[in-house]
């Protein structure tokens, strides 16, 4: 049985763990020279979980967690499931939780950064409505490998 519920501050560490893996697996060319900077991206993330206007969320089932999203009243920050789950509905579920969220808001669009060479999440977002804008930036996180800007409009 999966359970969806807030993260805590405890939970930062395997959240880390699944993006990590999901990264290496999605763009492994981006840090093909480097290792993943594990500890800046925890470091990151502890930032982000103090700030109040990110939403974290995260999937829990009896292996421990397999998923999480975070997001803001108009970001889409993160949203990753665990290798082991990739084959169920789990990350549009968590994925959904986000959609919830933008819909009952004022937003009309909703933005999202994703990595370039990652063409499996880009094809996940366009094929749910996600067009990209052809804005791109460096990741504030070493390597700083490419980012490539979605935008979701929302129906009112």
Not at 101 to 124: F, M, N
């Amino acid at each position: 049985m999966i359970e969806i519920r807030p993260v805590q501050f405890a939970d930062l560490p395997a959240l880390v763990d699944i993006e990590r893996a999901a990264t290496l697996a999605g763009a492994p060319q981006a840090y093909a020279d480097t290792e993943f900077p594990l500890a800046q991206h925890l470091k990151a993330t502890e930032a982000e979980f103090r700030d109040p206007w990110i939403t974290f969320t995260l999937a829990e089932d009896e292996q421990g967690v397999c998923g999480w999203i975070k997001y803001t009243e108009d970001q889409l920050r993160y949203v990753v499931v665990a290798d082991r789950m990739r084959e169920t509905d789990l990350l549009d579920e968590l994925y959904g939780e986000g959609l919830r969220h933008w819909k009952t808001g004022a937003v009309p669009r909703v933005w999202l950064w994703v990595i370039a060479e990652d063409w499996q999440s880009r094809a996940y977002f366009e094929t749910h409505g996600w067009l990209p804008t052809q804005r791109t930036r460096r990741s504030a996180l070493a390597p700083h490998p490419v980012l490539a800007e979605y935008l979701l409009t929302l129906p009112i």
